[in-house]
């Protein structure tokens, strides 16, 4: 009898366990520890909870509303964490041979994009309404219609929520395979206008004017690989009263596309690698009254011109060719005379070639840069570019520092223009400096500073050191850093060997007389080590 009542109350005492097990304690917690509790998980966490239940998801969604989220969705590390994920689950040989099989790639693949797609469309849903600080969603875009219906679905989420910052970025099909024949994707054919949008980066797409309605708060636009149909960039700064900041990089742009009448109160452009449909150039004719930095880098030069650039800070003119005509000349020394407010130019070595081939074969400039007040010239030292540096010195009266960053020597090539080659280039180098007449004002009333660095002891980089000490007349320091070597010295000779050759250079530096007697010479091993002064 005692066995069995026993025997009752530890059944009792089993079913009150079970019963104790079952409950859902957490649900029943206070709605401000749940919240807490959410807070501390990661977005992919969040995205599970929220398929426990329906009460579940409702916190999520709460919790998602009042904190703001920050979203990566990037597919093709989706991808590659399916695949790595599947072959550990899968630890044998049977994987890895049916791994190297294409077939069995190409589904692992299209298991993984599939499984993106489903968690990028729960992701959204449960962001609908919600603030969001950045949105950024890389996508290996291949052109199919499955792929471009979900992608126009998710591109207007991105438009019509509330989206501070957001990255689209659609190049990475590359890296599933050869896309030499895959058209970028096009965005859809309607007037999007955000709400909070502040910072718009497109990467690999066609956009057309028609996309952008007015866009209140955007203040920074990103464009990489895009092609921009039916647009110029007036007609965008109409759409974004507060837009300080572009950058176009490799961009396709209409044939007129930075031509524009009214004022741009743009602060920042770069126009980086871009062309048009026909040309690798474009003509740029745009007024900036607000614009502090400009750096256009490319293939060639149009003529162009930029008026009321009162304010800039800072230009920066890249042109990456080898061949050149006077036209080239012609159309860079407009572009300069529009930056004569410019406080610091920089310039690399064709740009230094061309600059005095014009058909004025100028000395100086017509108007001078009276603002700047460091002029940085990347360059070989070579024949060709003497002329230009002169020009350039001529031309900036108020000149404060100059900086020469010396590198490989890289002549323009006239052959293919036999008539443009220009008769300025007919002199001995050797005595280039030392038959200088016109004076250079900066020389006498205002350079203080010069730095140069990659210097390797040539007669032209010799004779520049030497030119600048003779005639700068108010100069206070002049730093000149050696060139790297590129070799490690292996043993004790070399050491030495490369010790003998900086000390011999820098004490024949040193010697060099000067016309500011309190100018201070300082010669560098490399940046910042090894000084060496007087």
């Known amino acids: 009898m ?10 009792r005492q089993r079913r009150s366990g079970n019963s104790s097990e079952g409950v859902d304690y957490i649900s029943h917690l206070p709605e401000a520890i749940m919240l807490y509790i959410l807070s501390l998980l990661p977005i992919k966490d969040l995205m599970v909870v929220s398929l426990l239940s329906r009460l579940w998801k409702s916190m999520v969604v709460n919790h998602l509303s009042i904190v703001p989220s920050s979203l990566n969705l990037d597919e093709f590390e989706a991808i590659t ?29 299209n298991a993984a994009r599939s499984q993106y797609m489903d968690y990028v469309n729960r992701t959204l849903m449960l962001h609908t309404g919600c603030t969001i600080n950045k949105l950024e969603l890389s996508f290996c875009y291949d052109g199919s219609d499955m792929y471009t219906g979900r992608l126009t679905r998710w591109v207007h989420f991105a438009f019509t929520n509330k989206i501070k910052s957001l990255d689209f970025d659609f190049s990475k099909a590359e890296m599933l395979g050869p896309t030499d024949f895959l058209e970028p994707y096009e965005l859809p054919n309607r007037t999007f206008s955000p709400r909070m949008l502040r910072k718009l980066t497109l990467t690999y797409c066609k956009l057309r004017g028609i996309n952008f309605g007015i866009m209140w708060y955007l203040k920074k636009l990103s464009l990489r690989q895009v092609t921009i149909l039916e647009c110029s960039i007036g007609q965008l700064a109409s759409k974004c009263p507060v837009l300080e900041d572009v950058s176009l990089e490799q961009c396709v742009i209409p044939n007129e596309f930075m031509v524009s009448e009214p004022d ?47 304010q800039l800070l800072n230009v920066t003119i890249d042109i990456e060719q080898v061949y050149a005509d006077h036209v080239q000349g012609d159309a860079l020394g407009s572009l300069l005379i529009g930056l004569d407010h410019c406080k610091t130019l920089t310039l690399t070595t064709w740009c230094i070639q061309v600059l005095p081939t014009g058909e004025d074969f100028l000395e100086q400039l017509p108007n001078p840069l009276q603002d700047l007040l460091h002029l940085k010239l990347i360059l070989g030292l070579g024949k060709q570019e003497l002329p230009g540096i002169a020009c350039l010195i001529r031309s900036c009266p108020n000149l404060e520092i ?18 443009d080659i220009p008769d300025i280039l007919d002199f001995e180098e050797y005595s280039y400096w030392d038959l200088q007449e016109l004076p250079f ?26 030119f600048l000490l003779e005639n700068a007349e108010v100069l206070e320091k002049m730093e000149i850093f050696l060139a790297e070597t590129g070799m490690i010295p292996s043993n004790r000779t070399e050491r030495y060997v490369n010790g003998m050759w900086y000390q011999d250079n820098s004490h024949y530096l040193l010697t060099f007389p000067r016309v500011a007697p309190e100018a201070h010479v300082a010669v560098f091993k490399n940046l910042g080590l090894d000084m060496r002064c007087h």
Not at 2 to 11: A, R
Not at 271 to 292: H, N
Not at 293 to 302: E, P, Q, R
Not at 441 to 462: A, H, P, W, Y
């Open 2 to 11: 005692e066995s069995s009542s026993n025997s009752s109350n530890m059944g």
């Open 81 to 109: 964490s399916f695949i790595t994920e599947t072959a550990q689950r899968h630890q044998c040989s049977d994987f890895h041979s049916l791994y190297g099989s294409p077939e069995y790639l190409t589904n692992l693949i």
């Open 264 to 310: 741009i109160m743009f602060k920042r452009l770069s126009l980086i690698d871009c062309k048009t449909e026909e040309w690798p150039m474009f003509s740029i004719q745009i007024s900036t009254p607000e614009l502090l930095i400009l750096t256009v880098v490319g293939k060639y030069l149009m003529a162009s011109s930029i008026r009321n650039a009162v």
């Open 402 to 419: 100059l900086t020469l960053t010396v590198e490989e020597s890289i002549d323009v090539d006239w052959a293919e223009f036999q008539e």
């Open 441 to 466: 004002d900066c020389m006498e009333n205002s350079l203080r500073q010069v730095k140069i660095t990659g210097f390797t002891g040539k007669s032209n980089e010799i004779q520049m050191v030497k």
